[in-house]
């Protein structure tokens, strides 16, 4: 069927409908729609109430203030904020920073580096924090109530028997329960056995007197007598009893006897006891409720006594009134706070709650203990020369272990060195040539009486660390012996499995001969792998086993053919093919436990848990090599300064200078100078069995190779400072491997030749070098050899160098530096390089210093990552020094950048560290520097231009809370170290900062208005971020100021904003409010004009006027908000009485203000809610609906309820003294304590009914037309004053819902009950017919609201899926607290429930 041709829209859409948003779900329709009508309806927006000058009111009225007897709730602390010093804890026992290495430092980055891991915590400390934020989070907060008080309702009473029969199913006859058991024979003379059960069909059935009997059958015919009854009303107790048989239980009865039954199941036996004991509960009830009944005639006794009481008030009215005065205060005293009994306040909600924050610490990934234990081959025999001593290895071996990951195709550790030979086999090296000790056993100072150099030389035990465990990681061990010729050569003997004696002693004699001549050289032999973890969660695969152990493949030794090799471990056919060494590696993993003793790191920096014990083995930490991603980086909190060095291969097999060089050993040394005698420096680790720090150090050999590939790794401490002297210097020998006499004898055995020299420089534009170098060999080396350059066409500057094979790069090396004070990335070395030339920017050029500034942009994600306090800190010095606002803007930039890569990486927790703990302002000069608030505020605002770069001031919004929490710390220690808190609070800041701050809210404001629709997150977070910061002025600045700024913040809203919008703004005020120091900002005190007036004459206000709000500002404007809220739709009305009674019930929970007089006071500034709430009786007077949450299926009729009957017309009398005759005076006097609640009237009160189930408080006159009702209202409490509460917007006359009813009323209920006597009866005389009868309106819908309907009528408005567990027991208010609002009492008047509050 084709479709009608649309006509224009102009001609057939209305107005109306073209206002709508774009079709989408049903509420979104529904909003718009609301959005559309009230937009139409023209809503005023409120007039901005001016605040008072706070800090100018508590000066003049200082006497006042200092007079009252609740001042500390009119004053802030003196001690409200401190700065404080922690101590940076490490894991070590001392510094990890060298003793000299701040003196070395010559290097801005170094010594900021230096800087940042020597300083200690800088915190500032509110004292009152606590209290600053939701009442969930008060301390000393009361625990959760299991249960209300054990209470009796009348209600029940009458149905106890029948709920109880209900639930456990014995209406009409029916079966409660039945079912087969195992019956024990219990007679005491025979002990209970397995053969002595029998099975009975048992039933369980109620008697018409309400007892209950245990019939057993011998079968399932339950119409014949019973083979036996155990009578329950006789049980004391059911429990269970698996000593004879399994699911058994026993039921004691009076008599001490008891009876065994024993199910088929756990299940059944479980059912069964639970419905025995449901029983057992009930018989225990009624026995109680009887002696209750026989105790009554006591409670008349009671009666009597009281009645005697109030007669004696016409006597003895100082008695009678301390009695009542005492009755009510054992009231108070015994009944729990009103608002635990509001779900509200039970439900646990800790999205508002700050993220914990810790300093920052070293951190790792999963730690495995490595522990080598012993290393075995098949050829083995005693080494001693008398062959007395163990049977061992023939020669010795080196181990060398490490981890490999094939996933990412890279070595992630350091080499762990391990020495496994016996010590008779270690004597074989005893007579090392004295180059192997380099300068003798010396100790670096840092280790000098911690360490006994003894304990480390031959360590068993390590510990790898791995951030990203997966199956695909293999710990790798290499094994190496002393040199005698080819790989082939030395693993024969080893690979055959026969008679081995005589191979034995051939092996031994040829190595023992090798350790006299070759001992420091050594040549590959062989490898062995095994997997690390079961699966990527880091579970240890602890029963997986090295492999058998390879032979070494000579043309397969580089790392990257490691990884091929592994890449085929799990392939069975492929590893059949490799040669095996008969042997066998033990090496065992373990986890490590966080308080595991005796280890030292990397850098053999014992930790705290070390003892200085030289039996204990030490156990070594192996350094990780992190992956180089953001995610996996950690920021650096120890110094750490180490250089690993690869010789990869050397190409020798063109070369014409030397007559031999085929077995080629390399020799590296770290030199300061290329001088003629200059030293190598001590600073390479050394290996087993050796000094600690050695000089130099060698690569393993290849027999016969002229183009060796090499595997070593050496490992370096690097100087503090280096220079452009400091290089690596190769040297390359021939080894003579051959030591037969077949020469003349007088020709010396020369070991090794010369064959080549090769070096590389450390520094190159400043930085290390670390990719991999390609360099040419020189034949000699002439003194000053570094300056050697090539200036082309034959010609060179520098020494005469010979070169090997034409200068090409014949020696392959590669290095990896991991330092926590050197950095690899170019544009950060730039800018320190140049922030160090200019003084941090303080005699820079502008553009020079942003075109630094801007590169920073490119910096790397882990590097900014890993030095971020350190770049954090010098961007905040550059910002106090810059001369220029281009300077100032682009430095805020980097920040933003630095900022936004951290929450883009998921490390927003290394912010939150920096600024709690590390931020530290730089001592204020004023004539040199600026603050780091003001420098920053100002560059704030100008990003936020509508002309700046959107992308930038959109991440500035994003993560907003790093710059405000910056600009509070800041603050902070400008005021204490500048010892400008003692200062008046106009005084503290000067006025540009104070113009800085507004211009800020106000630039802030129209993205957070603007932008929630397209970057909602961004205005989301810019909206709490600034809540926070003007919170924490009030802290610090001129408080009035602040008032200022939120009343800037508030006028950019209106009445018909979006939802998001209302969001936004009640979040803001729910943070400002919760100030720890709300209560003193509102200044509850009286504001009279003329003399001081005592607390007593005050004249309260009951209405949002004008001068509330100005007096009590914040309070005043929370009122105003959500009065004009109520007009809106359901969503928005909801957040704003959330925010309201949230802060009412932190009132109420708030141990500062637990005394009634403090309550009274905080009453007084929530005293306007009346007038709210009147304003909207209408639309709280629900009578239709229950009071509990009904099941949309099910069909229960309400109750009607009965209250009391009063003559419906009430007026003032023209004194306001007293309420009009007509009004019945007990009932009031009942209210209001004046007349004796026991006197003959009371009961004239509840003895008359009224049939209509709305009650007769409001009677005809909340019929009353709204113009009638304002009228009247207009002559009575604001008679003088203009009504503030919602300006000229029309009164919405819809119904609210339920939830929200029973807030508000809450929030009504504890005003009533906190607030004063004095306060209720000046409300009272002041209140017109109108406004008196709305407020008991709003009484009788209390007790609408929260009446008791008795556990039956909970239980049909429960859905049918949820069982009713409670109801059977009258003393549990469980489900009252979760179906309906409990109060404790069942209410039958207005007068009751007064009664109950005050």
Not at 27 to 42: D, I, P
Not at 145 to 171: F, I, N, R, T, W
Not at 348 to 360: M, Q, T
Not at 506 to 519: E, P, T
Request: proline share 5%; glycine share 4%.
């Amino acid at each position: 069927m084709s479709q009608p041709p649309l006509l224009p829209a102009s001609a057939e859409t209305r107005k109306f409908t073209r206002a709508l948003s774009k079709p989408g779900t049903a509420a979104e329709l529904r909003q718009s729609v609301s959005e559309v009508v009230r937009g139409s309806v023209l809503l005023a927006k409120p007039k901005l109430i001016e605040p008072l000058d706070y800090e100018n009111v508590i000066v003049q009225k200082k006497t006042q203030i200092l007079n009252d007897c609740l001042r500390e709730m009119l004053l802030f602390p003196f001690d409200d904020f401190q700065t404080a010093i922690l101590r940076r804890q490490g894991r070590y026992v001392c510094s990890t920073i060298p003793a000299n290495a701040q003196q070395e430092a010559q290097s801005l980055f170094v010594t900021e580096c230096i800087k940042t891991y020597n300083s200690d915590w800088h915190l500032v400390n509110y004292k009152y924090e606590d209290y600053s934020g939701e009442f969930r989070q008060l301390p000393n907060k009361v625990a959760k109530l299991d249960k209300l008080p054990v209470h009796v309702y009348e209600v029940d009473e009458e149905v106890d028997k029948d709920e109880d029969a209900a639930s456990l199913g014995s209406q009409k006859g029916g079966i409660t329960k039945h079912g087969w058991l195992y019956k024990g024979n219990m007679n005491s003379a025979i002990s209970v056995t397995m053969r002595s059960f029998k099975r009975r069909f048992f039933h369980l059935i109620q008697l018409g007197d309400g007892s209950y009997n245990l019939n057993f059958y011998k079968d399932e015919k339950i119409s014949k007598e019973p083979k036996g009854s155990i009578f329950l009303d006789s049980c004391m107790g059911v429990v269970q009893n698996n000593k004879v048989r399994r699911f058994a239980f026993e039921l004691k009865m009076q008599d001490k006897s008891s009876y065994l039954l024993a199910a088929d199941s756990e299940v059944e036996m479980e059912e069964w006891i639970t419905t025995l004991n449901k029983i057992l509960q009930l018989n225990f009830e009624a026995a109680m409720q009887e002696k209750r009944n026989g105790d009554s005639h006591e409670d008349d006794e009671q009666s009597k006594l009281e009645g005697s009481v109030s007669g004696l008030d016409s006597y003895l009215p100082e008695l009678a009134k301390s009695t009542r005065e005492a009755e009510i205060k054992l009231k108070s005293e015994s009944r729990v706070k009103l608002f635990y009994l509001d779900p509200d306040a039970q439900k646990l909600d800790f999205s508002s709650a700050e993220p914990e924050v810790k300093p920052f610490e070293e951190k790792f990934g999963k730690r495995i203990l490595v522990k080598c234990n012993d290393l075995s081959f098949n050829l083995q025999c005693c080494v001693a020369e008398n062959e007395e001593g163990p049977t061992t290895n023939v020669e010795p071996f080196f181990v060398t272990l490490s981890l490999f990951d094939i996933k990412y195709n890279r070595k992630i550790s350091a080499d762990f060195h391990v020495d496994l030979n016996h010590f008779s086999v270690r004597q074989m090296l005893a007579t090392t040539s004295p180059s192997l000790m380099n300068g003798g056993r010396q100790s670096s100072p840092a280790l000098q009486d911690i360490l006994h150099e003894a304990a480390m030389q031959y360590p068993k035990q390590g510990i790898f660390s791995v951030t990203c465990p997966h199956p695909d990681i293999f710990l790798v061990a290499r094994i190496e012996k002393v040199l005698q010729g080819s790989i082939t050569h030395g693993a024969e003997p080893y690979m055959k499995s026969s008679d081995s004696s005589k191979v034995a002693q051939k092996v031994l004699k040829n190595a023992k001969q090798a350790c006299q001549r070759l001992g420091q050289y050594r040549m590959p032999f062989a490898w062995a792998a095994r997997t690390l973890f079961k699966d990527a969660s880091g579970n240890l695969d602890k029963n997986a086993r090295f492999s058998a152990l390879y032979k070494q493949d000579s043309n397969k030794l580089s790392n990257e053919d490691m990884l091929k090799l592994l890449a085929d471990f799990r392939k069975p056919e492929k590893m059949a093919k490799l040669p095996v060494i008969l042997g066998n590696l033990d090496i065992t993993i373990d986890n490590v436990s966080s308080d595991y003793p005796n280890y030292v790191n990397s850098s053999y920096i014992p930790t705290k848990q070390f003892e200085t014990c030289t039996k204990m083995p030490i156990t070594f930490e192996v350094e990780e090599f992190v992956p180089c991603i953001p995610k996996h980086t950690q920021p650096y909190t120890i110094y750490n300064h180490h250089l690993y060095v690869y010789p990869k291969s050397l190409k020798y097999d063109s070369q014409k200078s030397f007559a031999k060089a085929r077995n080629i050993a390399i020799c590296i040394e770290f030199k300061d100078s290329d001088e003629e005698d200059s030293q190598p420096l001590k600073c390479i680790y050394g290996r087993p069995g050796g000094p600690v720090f050695t000089r130099s150090a060698f690569a393993a050999v290849l027999h016969h190779h002229q183009n060796p590939e090499f595997y070593d790794e050496i490992k370096i401490e690097l100087p503090t400072q280096l220079h452009e002297k400091h290089h690596l210097l190769f040297t390359f020998f021939h080894v003579s491997c051959d030591n037969s006499s077949k020469g003349s004898t007088k020709k010396k055995d020369v070991v090794e030749t010369q064959v080549g020299y090769s070096w590389l420089p450390l520094l190159k534009d400043g930085r290390v070098v670390t990719s991999e170098q390609h360099i040419p060999v020189s034949a000699n080396l002439p003194s000053g050899y570094l300056g050697y350059q090539e200036l082309g066409m034959g010609r060179h500057y520098g020494p005469e160098i010979k070169w090997v094979d034409g200068s090409k790069p014949l020696l392959k090396v590669s290095t990896h530096l991991v330092s926590t004070v050197y950095t690899q990335d170019q544009h950060l070395h730039n800018f320190f390089q140049y922030c160090q030339k200019t003084e941090s920017g303080a005699q820079a050029l502008g553009s020079e210093l942003v075109k630094y500034l801007k590169s920073l942009h490119a910096m790397e994600g882990h590097v900014m990552i890993a030095f971020l306090p350190t770049i954090l800190n010098q961007l905040f010095r550059v910002l106090t020094r810059a001369t220029q606002e281009e300077v100032a803007v682009n430095v805020t930039r980097v920040i933003i950048h630095v900022v936004a890569q951290c929450h883009e990486e998921g490390l927003e927790s290394h912010l939150r560290s920096y600024v709690k703990y590390a931020y530290k302002a730089e001592p204020y000069i004023a004539s040199e520097y600026k603050t780091v608030h003001e420098e920053l505020t100002k560059s704030m605002t100008t990003i936020l231009k509508p002309s700046a770069d959107f992308l930038t001031s959109n991440k500035l919004l994003k993560y907003s809370w790093f710059f405000f929490e910056v600009l509070i710390k800041s603050m902070a220690q400008h005021l204490i170290e500048n010892s400008k808190v003692k200062l008046l609070r106009n005084q503290r800041f000067p006025a540009s900062y104070h113009h800085a701050v507004e211009t800020v809210v106000n630039m802030l404001m129209p993205h957070i208005t603007q932008k929630f629709r397209d970057n909602p997150e961004a205005s989301k977070n810019a909206n709490h971020s600034l809540a926070v910061f003007i919170k924490r002025c009030f802290t610090f600045m001129d408080r009035g100021f602040v008032f200022k700024q939120i009343n800037n913040y508030i006028s950019c809203f209106a009445p018909g904003d979006p939802k998001t919008l209302f969001e936004y703004k009640f979040e803001f005020l729910r943070v400002v409010c919760n100030h720890e120091h709300y209560i003193p900002l509102n200044l509850p005190m009286p504001f009279g004009k003329g003399r001081i007036q005592r607390y007593q004459d005050l004249q309260l206000d009951y209405a949002l006027t004008d001068e509330f709000c100005r007096n009590h500002f914040l309070v005043g404007l929370l009122l105003r908000e959500v009065g004009t809220a109520l007009q809106e739709f359901r969503e928005v009305r909801l957040i704003a009485i959330g925010v309201l009674k949230n802060l009412l019930i932190k009132h109420s929970f708030d141990d500062r203000y637990a005394s009634r007089s403090h309550q009274a006071r905080i009453a007084t500034l929530y005293l306007p809610l009346f007038g709210l709430l009147i304003e909207n009786v209408q639309r709280i007077n629900v009578r239709d609906v229950s009071p509990f949450p009904v099941n949309p299926g099910s069909t229960v009729k309400e109750e009607s309820l009965t209250l009391p009957a009063v003559n419906p017309i009430v007026t003032p009398q023209k004194s306001g003294s007293t309420l009009d005759a007509s009004l019945h005076k007990d009932l009031f006097g009942a209210i209001s304590g004046i007349a004796s609640p026991y006197t003959n009237s009371t009961p004239n009160i509840s003895s008359v009914r009224n049939a209509d189930s709305r009650g007769s408080l409001i009677s005809t006159d909340s019929g009353n037309s709204l113009p009638e009702r304002n009228s009247e209202k207009s002559n009575s409490l604001d008679k003088h004053q203009q009504s503030g509460t919602l300006g000229n917007s029309l009164v919405r006359c819809d119904k609210l819902d339920q939830s929200e009813i029973k807030s508000l009323l809450m929030c009504f209920l504890y005003i009533l009950k906190s607030m004063s006597d004095d306060a209720l009866f000046t409300y009272w005389n002041k209140a017109s017919t109108s406004e008196l009868m709305d407020f008991f309106t709003i009484l009788e819908v209390c007790l609408h609201q929260f009446q008791y309907m008795g556990k039956r009528y909970i239980a049909s408005m429960l859905p049918d899926d949820i069982p009713c567990m409670s109801c059977s027991t009258p003393h549990n208010n469980t489900v009252r607290e979760t179906v309906g609002y409990g109060t404790g009492d069942r209410c039958h008047s207005s007068a009751g429930l007064i009664f109950h509050l005050l």
